[in-house]
C-alpha cells in the first residue's frame, strides 16, 4: 500500500507540471524529465488534444507487410509475454511507423484498458497520440519509459509504458516492443525485460542474415545476462543448474567448480523455496527469500518463472536475485527516504542557535548516536536532515519514523519488521523494518520519550550488536545504520519516573544538541518571519514578498511562540491568506491570539525599560533589512528623519 501511495504522489506532482505545461506553457525541469518535455513540445506541435478521446483521434492503417515482422519477433514476444504474464501487463509489437502489429495481454489489462485503443492496425506515433512509450521510443530511437502523467494525452495518465525500438544488422528501424500497464503495478524491470527482448530480436536478425549469427547471438545474449543487474539461475526439469551468471555466483559466494553440474537441492537443501516453486510448477514476482548457502544465510528478492511445453509440463526455471542491499536502495528510492533540509535551512543568527548549528556540523563529521533536544516546532527534524545531509551517508536513505505516532502494539514489527506468518494480518513475504530500511544511512527516531518500555529493550541490544531480529525471525540481520534520536520531553525525568531506561539513555545521549525555543532567539523571529513570507510567495506565485508593518512587526515580537517555528509558519500563512495577498501584513491581518496579548509595555515598566525595548527593536529592524533605512523605516512604520533620530539618540549603526 505504502508503495502504492508514493507512486501517486509521484504522478499527481507530474500531473500538476503537465497541468502547468498546459496552461501556462512551463517546464518545471526539476519534476520532467528534458526527454518527456522535448515529446510534450512536439505533441503540442502536432496539434494532438490532451483532453480528446483516443478512440477517435487515432488512425487505423491496413495491416499488410506484417507479416515478416511478426514472424522474427513472436518467440521473443510469446518469452516476454510468459514472463509477465498474471502481472496485469500487455506485450505490444509496432513497427516502424508506430502501428501496433501484435497485442499479446491478460484478459484483466485487456479489459481494464478496452476503451483504449489497443489494437492491431491502430498508429501510436507522437503525431497521433502524444507522448506514449511506443512514439516516444521511435523518435528518440532508444529504450525509454513513461509514466502516469508524462503522457501527453490525459487518456493515458493511468499507464505506465516502456518501450525500446529494434534495428536490423545495417542499422534500419524495424519496430518497437513495449510493455505496457496500469501505473499502481509499476515494476522496475520491466524496461529491463523489453531491451533484453529487443536484443533478442536483432540477435535472431543477425543469425539470419549469416552462418554465424547463432553463435554471434549466444553471445551476445550471454552478455546481457552478465550486464544484468540481477544474478541469474537457470535450471533444467530436474533442478540442474545450466545457467549461472557472474552476479549469481557473487551474491551465492561460489566458484565455477562449486555449482557446475550442481542441482539446487544439493546447493540450497530440500525446503529451499526455489525447489518447491520448480516441483510444484509454481512462478513467483518479487518475493523476499533466504538462501543457505556456504553454511551463510542470505537474504534476496526473487522472481521465479517456471518454463512449460504445451502440455504444461515443467521445462525448468529461470530465477532473478536481487541482493538485500540494492532492494533497500529501490525500496527507499520508491519510499522516498531521502533528506530534504541541509544547514543552509537552518535561519538564525542568535547566539544560542549558532552555537548548537556548530555542534550540528561537528557531529555530521563523526558516526555517534546523536540526542537531539527541544520544544514541538523548534525544527529537531530539520536538524537531523542537516546532519545526514552533511555526513559521509549523504548518499544513504534518511528514514524517519515517530515513535508517539505509532500504535503500540506496531512499534516494533515497524522499527524491526517480521517474517511470513508472524501474526494475523502479516504480508505473506514478510516486510523489512525501518533499521533494515536505513541500511547505509541513517535512522530518526523522532519522539523517542514515548517509545514503550518493552522496545526499548530491543532498540538498546540493536544499538549495541549492530543486529536486527525480525519478529518471527531466527536469524539476526546485520546493519549499518546511523542513529539519531529526538524528543521534547526530559528524558532524566523520565528515567525518575522509570518510564525510560537509564542505560539506554546512556545509550543514545553521545551527542546531545539543545534546540532554543523561538521566544529565547527573539532577534530571529522577523528574520524568520521575512524568510517563511518568501517561501509563501514562492509556493502562491505572486510577483512580491508580503512585508511586515511596524505594528505587525510588534505583534511578532512580543507573542511568546509556545508552538515556536512552526506556529510561526501557520500565522504567517493565516496572515497572507487574511490579507487577501497583499503587499502589506497589518496588524489586523494576525490571528486574533496575537492580538491578545498587549503591545503596550506594562504600566510599571520604567522610563528606561522602554528605551532599552525601542532600541532592541530598532536594532531587530535594521538587521532583518540589512541597514536599508527606508526599508527599515517602512517596516517599523516612522518616517526616515525619524529613524535617523533614533538611530542617533541609541547610538546604533545602520
Known amino acids: 500500500m505504502g508503495e502504492r501511495l508514493t507512486l501517486s504522489k509521484r504522478a499527481d506532482r507530474i500531473g500538476e507540471a503537465w497541468q502547468r505545461f498546459l496552461v501556462q506553457g512551463d517546464i518545471e525541469s526539476y519534476v520532467v524529465r528534458d526527454l518527456i518535455a522535448a515529446s510534450w513540445g512536439r505533441s503540442l506541435g502536432f496539434g494532438v488534444n490532451p483532453y480528446g478521446n483516443l478512440r477517435y483521434m487515432v488512425e487505423t492503417k491496413s495491416k499488410t507487410n506484417y507479416r515478416t515482422l511478426v514472424k522474427i519477433s513472436r518467440p521473443f514476444i510469446d518469452t516476454l509475454h510468459n514472463l509477465v504474464k498474471g502481472s496485469d501487463f ?120 549469416a552462418n554465424q549469427g547463432l553463435k554471434r547471438s549466444y553471445k551476445e545474449v550471454t552478455t546481457i545476462m552478465e550486464e544484468m543487474t540481477a544474478g541469474l539461475i537457470s535450471v533444467d ?39 518447491q516453486a520448480l516441483r510444484e510448477g509454481r512462478s513467483f514476482y518479487d518475493r523476499e527469500i533466504t538462501l543457505q548457502a556456504k553454511g551463510v544465510t542470505l537474504r534476496f528478492s526473487a522472481s521465479a518463472r517456471v518454463m512449460k511445453d504445451e502440455q504444461e509440463k515443467s521445462l525448468g526455471m529461470v530465477v532473478m536475485l536481487r541482493e538485500d542491499k540494492a532492494i533497500r536502495r529501490l525500496i527507499n528510492k520508491a ?47 530539520v536538524f537531523a536532515q542537516a546532519i545526514h545531509n552533511a555526513s559521509e551517508r549523504a548518499r544513504g536513505p534518511f528514514v524517519p519514523i515517530n515513535c508517539a505516532g505509532i500504535p503500540r502494539e506496531l512499534v516494533e514489527s515497524e522499527l524491526f519488521g ?43 541490544r540493536v544499538l549495541q550488536e ?38 539506554l539513555f546512556y545509550r543514545i545521549n553521545v551527542i546531545n544538541l539543545h534546540i532554543p525555543s523561538l521566544r529565547r532567539r527573539e532577534g530571529d523571529i522577523l528574520l524568520l518571519a521575512e524568510f517563511i513570507l518568501e517561501k509563501i510567495s514562492q509556493r502562491a506565485r505572486l510577483p512580491f514578498v508580503p512585508s511586515i508593518t511596524g505594528p505587525c512587526g510588534c505583534r511578532l515580537l512580543q507573542y511568546p511562540w509556545p508552538g515556536n517555528v512552526r506556529e510561526l509558519q501557520n500565522v504567517l500563512e493565516q496572515a497572507v491568506f487574511a490579507s487577501n495577498y497583499a503587499p502589506e501584513l497589518c496588524e489586523e491581518h494576525l490571528p486574533e491570539k496575537l492580538l491578545q496579548v498587549s503591545a503596550s509595555p506594562p504600566d510599571h515598566t520604567a522610563p528606561l525599560a522602554l528605551d532599552m525595548q525601542e532600541s532592541k527593536h530598532i536594532r531587530r529592524a535594521l538587521d532583518v533589512c540589512a541597514g536599508n533605512i527606508t526599508r527599515c523605516a517602512g517596516m517599523l512604520g516612522v518616517g526616515r528623519n525619524t529613524l535617523y533620530r533614533k538611530i542617533r539618540k541609541y547610538n546604533l549603526k545602520s
Open 466 to 503: 549492530k543486529t536486527v531480529s525480525r519478529l518471527g525471525g531466527r536469524t539476526p540481520i546485520p546493519v549499518d545504520v546511523r542513529v539519531i534520536v529526538a524528543t521534547h520531553r526530559d528524558l532524566l525525568a523520565l528515567v525518575e519516573e522509570g518510564a525510560f531506561r537509564l542505560d
Open 237 to 275: 526439469a530436474t533442478g540442474k543448474i545450466s545457467v549461472l551468471n557472474t552476479l549469481g555466483r557473487k551474491l551465492l559466494g561460489m566458484r565455477d567448480e562449486e555449482w557446475s553440474g550442481k542441482n539446487i537441492l544439493q546447493l540450497f537443501g530440500e525446503e529451499c523455496v526455489l525447489v
Open 90 to 209: 500487455m506485450v505490444l509489437l509496432a513497427d516502424e511507423e508506430g502501428t501496433i502489429v501484435k497485442v499479446l495481454g491478460d484478459p484483466v489489462i485487456l479489459q481494464k484498458t478496452r476503451n483504449m485503443p489497443f489494437r492491431e492496425g491502430a498508429s501510436w506515433s507522437e503525431s497521433c497520440c502524444g507522448t506514449n512509450c511506443i512514439g516516444l521510443a521511435l523518435s528518440e530511437r532508444m529504450p525509454v519509459q513513461v509514466f502516469a502523467m508524462e503522457h501527453f494525452c490525459k487518456e493515458l495518465h493511468v499507464l505506465v509504458g516502456s518501450a525500446a525500438p529494434f534495428f536490423n544488422p545495417a542499422g534500419r528501424l524495424l519496430g518497437v516492443l513495449a510493455i505496457v500497464g496500469l501505473y499502481e503495478d509499476f515494476h522496475p524491470h520491466t524496461l529491463g525485460l523489453v531491451v533484453a527482448s529487443v536484443k533478442a530480436i536483432e540477435n535472431q536478425l543477425l543469425y539470419m542474415e
Open 335 to 381: 519510499y522516498g527516504n531521502q533528506a530534504a533540509f541541509t544547514f543552509a535551512d537552518i535561519i538564525g543568527r542568535h547566539p544560542l542557535l549558532e552555537k548548537v548549528v556548530a555542534g550540528a556540523r561537528r557531529a555530521a563529521g563523526v558516526d555517534n548516536t546523536v540526542l537531539i533536544q527541544g520544544e514541538s516546532g523548534t525544527g529537531k527534524e
Open 418 to 460: 517480521y517474517e511470513a506468518g508472524s501474526f494475523t494480518g502479516a504480508s505473506r513475504e514478510g516486510r523489512p523494518g525501518k533499521f533494515e530500511l536505513a541500511q547505509g544511512g541513517t535512522i530518526f527516531l523522532d519522539e523517542i520519550g514515548d517509545m514503550p518500555q518493552e522496545i526499548q529493550s530491543h532498540l538498546l
